[in-house]
């Protein structure tokens, strides 16, 4: 009984940890970018989209198909980015952990 406690107890500190680990995410921004920086986008942790900056050139060529395109170009990047963190984070609060445990969110395994 006293071993079920223990394992009881570090489940409950590893979830504790999950849940600091999601809310420093969750205050992560990263930024995405296309067309070698004419379309920039900020997206939280959480995938909201905070700012997009879009290089007026290409506002004066009138090609909205090419900008459109560079948008979801910068959205991708930005998106990778925030997987890269999550994955990061993870590493680090899980360690050897890490990408072993089905069910948890953010974990490959």
Do not use: C, W, Y
């Not at 905070?50 to 290409?58: E, M, N």
């Not at 009138?62 to 993870?90: C, F, N, Y």
């Amino acid at each position: 009984m006293k071993d079920l406690n223990s394992i009881m107890k570090q489940a409950q500190a590893m979830q504790q940890k999950l849940q600091e680990a999601q809310g420093r995410l969750a205050l992560t921004t990263v930024e995405g970018a296309a067309g070698a920086g004419l379309v920039k986008l900020v997206l939280t942790g959480a995938g909201e989209m905070k700012a997009v900056a879009i290089d007026p050139s290409l506002l004066a060529e009138g090609d909205s198909e090419t900008l459109g395109d560079l948008i979801v170009a910068a959205h991708a990047d930005a998106k990778r980015r925030i997987d890269e963190a999550q994955a990061d984070l993870m590493r680090q609060t899980m360690g050897p952990l890490a990408g072993a445990l089905p069910g948890i969110p953010g974990l490959k395994f």
